[in-house]
C-alpha cells in the first residue's frame, strides 16, 4: 500500500510538470508571436493599425476628407470619410489673369485651381467609384511614383497631392496604409475629372 501511494504521488508530480512546461511554454509561444507581429507592425499590433497611423499622420483626410464650416472653422465631414471632392460641389475658380501665379481651392478644401489647371481630391473609399477594384501594386505605384490610378504610363497625380514627400513612404507602409483603406466605409462618388489648362490638351 505504502509502495502504491508512492507511485501515484510520483506520477502527479509527473503530471504536473508536464502541464506547468506546457502551459509555460505556450505562454512563451504566444508572447514571441505578439512580439513578432509588432516587430513587423512598426510596433502597432496589425498591418490596420499601423495602416490608420500612417493615412492620420500622412495628412490623407486633410485633402480627401470633405469639410464642413463650424464656429471653430472648417471641420472633416467624418460621413464623408477620404471620399474625395463631392460630384455636387462646383469647381474652384481664379481670374484668368491670376491663374498662372496664383492658386484657389474650395470651402472644403478638396479641389484645387492653379497654374496646372483644376485637380480634385480621389475617392479613397473601398467602394467602386473609389480603390474597391484596386490591387495592393497598383497602390504601391500610385503613392510612390505619383502616376493616376498607379498604372504605368498615366498622367502624374496633380497638385496639392504631395509626391515627393510620399516617395519616401516604404513598400511596407503603403501596404498597411491599401490594407487600412480597405476596411472604412465605403462612400459612393464619383469624383470629377481632372480639367488640364485651358488650351493645354495634355
Known sequence: MKNQTIVFAVVCTICFLF??????????????????????YAGYSSQTEWGHHLVA????SDCHTPKKMTAQGPVADSNLFLSGHSSQMPAPAL??????Q???????ETAWIGPWGNSYSANLTPDSTGILAW????????????????????RPLMPPMPVDSYRNFTNDEVKAMFAYLKTIKPVHNVVPAYQPPTGDSH
Open 19 to 40: 502541464y506547468r512546461c506546457n502551459a509555460t511554454s505556450g505562454t512563451s509561444a504566444n508572447s514571441d508571436s505578439a512580439s513578432t507581429t509588432k516587430e513587423m
Open 57 to 60: 499622420v500622412g495628412g490623407c
Open 95 to 100: 481670374p484668368p489673369a491670376q491663374l498662372a
Open 102 to 108: 496664383h492658386l484657389a481651392a474650395t470651402n472644403d
Open 135 to 154: 490591387n495592393e501594386q497598383q497602390f504601391i505605384t500610385c503613392i510612390k511614383k505619383g502616376l493616376l490610378k498607379g498604372i504605368e504610363g498615366s
